[in-house]
């Protein structure tokens, strides 16, 4: 089964930058839906991008603009550049991956990385 592993989190000011990685343990070739998710204390999980197989991509209206998905192949790696960061983008970060069926991304069926914790203050 793919492994996801995230990598980049850390400490910003508002208005910094910080860039997430998530490594896949392996290629996938299918037809697949790549997405940052996120989840602060006592809120529900967000979806912050995403990106599919197909390269389309989209943004959560909290991020875009400020927030940029992308990914290598071969071995995929997923990358969410972060920009003007806010205090309130200070959540655990996930990747995932999951299949696309019937042009919807089934995330429950998907894998899940075990998180990044990025923190916006002043």
């Known amino acids: 089964q793919v492994q996801l592993v995230e990598s980049g989190g850390g400490s910003s000011q508002p208005g910094g930058s910080l860039r997430l990685s998530c490594a896949a343990s392996d290629d996938i070739t299918y037809d697949y839906c790549f997405g940052w998710f996120r989840q602060a204390p006592g809120m529900e999980r967000e979806e912050v991008a995403r990106?599919?197989?197909?390269?389309?991509?989209s943004y959560s209206d909290s991020v875009r603009g400020r927030f940029t998905i992308s990914k290598d192949n071969a071995p995929i790696t997923l990358y969410l550049q972060m920009n003007s960061l806010k205090a309130e983008d200070t959540a655990m970060y996930y990747c995932?991956?999951?299949?696309?069926?019937?042009?919807?991304?089934?995330?429950?069926?998907?894998?899940w990385g075990w998180g990044t914790l990025v923190t916006v203050s002043s």
């Open positions: 995932a991956a999951a299949p696309r069926r019937w042009g919807t991304c089934r995330w429950t069926s998907g894998y």
């Open positions: 990106i599919s197989s197909d390269e389309t991509i």
